[in-house]
């Protein structure tokens, strides 16, 4: 059972390294990437926990790439998480985070909802490397009784568009492929029936795209038929995984859906998918192809 889309508490999960490995042990998982959005602080200790277990860990990030000023999340895997060159970048990454948070927090106060943003970002660099981002300030936004929910703060505050909302500044997604590239790993396009950019793929398959995220917990059955085609045609492989963050089902975005067998696409607050694991898994051939690709990336020229 193998599932590459998984988050702890060093970027916008719920439970810590060390928690999400119990969580994936008994759901019988074998084979794990965690994927923190722009960080990988959570990885030297998930490594030891799953090495206990017997699971194969496989480095992974969540990166956000801005393509017209909008989020776009690239996958990364196998990657050397040591490179200089990475962990510089990904050092940018977090301070653009920084600034866009205590922007969104200017804009709460204006508003006549404030939250105490310095705690947060003070809370965040405790962490060493870890990262911050809108879910921390809707958790916040909760705590201070402004809102019932995490969802309720996205959907009234947050979200693209509302009032708070500050657009990302960061780096394209054709450079994200060549950082990646530039650490050993390969590349995979984040839920592309959640982004809804696929004018991007075909162009970034050319660039060097390695990979398509087609199992994910939003996507419904034709999702995944649309983008298992989409990946033969470009010539590109296959991820995925269930985005797992932990239990609670307040989180942001819309829809629910599994992989494979997925059901229709729940309401728009039901996040069950999100918070189930072994349901949304990549398939044995599909990972060992991405294993090879991965291999051919790092083999000296």
Do not use: C, K
């Not at 019988?28 to 990988?40: A, C, E």
């Not at 009784?145 to 960061?170: D, I, K, M």
């Not at 996507?219 to 797992?244: I, K, M």
Request: aromatic letters at 4%; a negative charge.
């Amino acid at each position: 059972m193998i599932d590459l889309h998984l988050h702890t508490t060093a970027s916008d999960g719920h439970l810590s390294p060390a928690q999400l490995v119990d969580r994936v042990a008994a759901a019988g998982i074998t084979t794990m990437s965690v994927t923190d959005h722009d960080t990988v602080a959570g990885l030297a200790e998930v490594a030891v926990e799953a090495a206990s277990r017997g699971i194969r860990l496989v480095s992974g990030i969540e990166i956000t790439a801005v393509a017209e000023g909008r989020d776009v999340h690239m996958l990364g895997y196998f990657f050397d998480p040591d490179s200089a060159v990475f962990l510089t970048f990904l050092e940018g990454q977090r301070a653009l985070r920084v600034a866009r948070v205590r922007e969104i927090g200017a804009r709460l106060f204006s508003l006549g909802l404030p939250v105490d943003v310095e705690a947060l970002v003070t809370t965040a660099a405790t962490r060493p490397g870890s990262s911050i981002g809108r879910p921390q300030l809707a958790r916040a936004l909760v705590r201070a009784g402004h809102v019932s929910s995490v969802q309720e703060a996205f959907e009234r505050w947050l979200a693209t568009g509302l009032p708070a909302f500050v657009p990302r500044t960061g780096p394209s997604p054709s450079t994200v492929v060549d950082v990646i590239h530039a650490a050993g790993g390969v590349v995979s396009f984040a839920h592309p029936a959640v982004t809804r950019r696929d004018d991007l793929i075909g162009p970034l398959a050319g660039h060097g795209l390695d990979a398509i995220e087609v199992y994910h917990s939003d996507h419904r059955p034709e999702d995944v038929q649309q983008y298992r085609g989409l990946a033969q045609r470009l010539g590109v492989l296959v991820t995925g995984g269930s985005d797992f963050h932990g239990d609670s089902l307040t989180q942001p975005m819309a829809g629910a859906s599994t992989g494979p067998s997925a059901s229709l696409r729940a309401g728009p607050s039901s996040r069950t998918r999100r918070n189930s694991l072994g349901v949304v898994l990549l398939p044995p051939d599909d990972f060992a192809a991405l294993e090879s690709r991965a291999a051919e990336i790092r083999r000296p020229s």
